[in-house]
C-alpha cells in the first residue's frame, strides 16, 4: 500500500525538465581572482560556521562565533555577486 501512495505523489509531482531551465552563471567561468578570493574566503567561512555548529560539546560563545562567520560569509558572497555584476558576468 505503501507503495501505491508514493507512486500517486510521483505521478502528480511537478516535474521542471533539464532544457526549459537556464543555467545560472558560474563562479568558475571567470578569471577575475578578486572575484575568486571573494568566494573562496566566502565558502571558508562557511564552512568554520558549520564546523562550530556540529560540535557536540558546543558553548553559547560557539554559536555566537557561528553567527559571525555565517554574517562574514554573507558580506563576502555579497561583495563577490556585486564584483561579478560590475564586470558583466553576472
Known sequence: MADT???AVRSTAHVITLASRRAA???TNTTDRDTIAL???????????LGLLRN????AADLE?????ACRAATLLRRACAAQAERGAA
Open 5 to 7: 501512495t508514493a507512486t
Open 25 to 27: 552563471p558560474s563562479i
Open 39 to 49: 568566494h573562496v574566503q566566502a565558502e571558508n567561512a562557511l564552512a568554520m560556521a
Open 56 to 59: 557536540p560539546q558546543g558553548t
Open 65 to 69: 562565533r557561528a553567527t559571525a562567520r
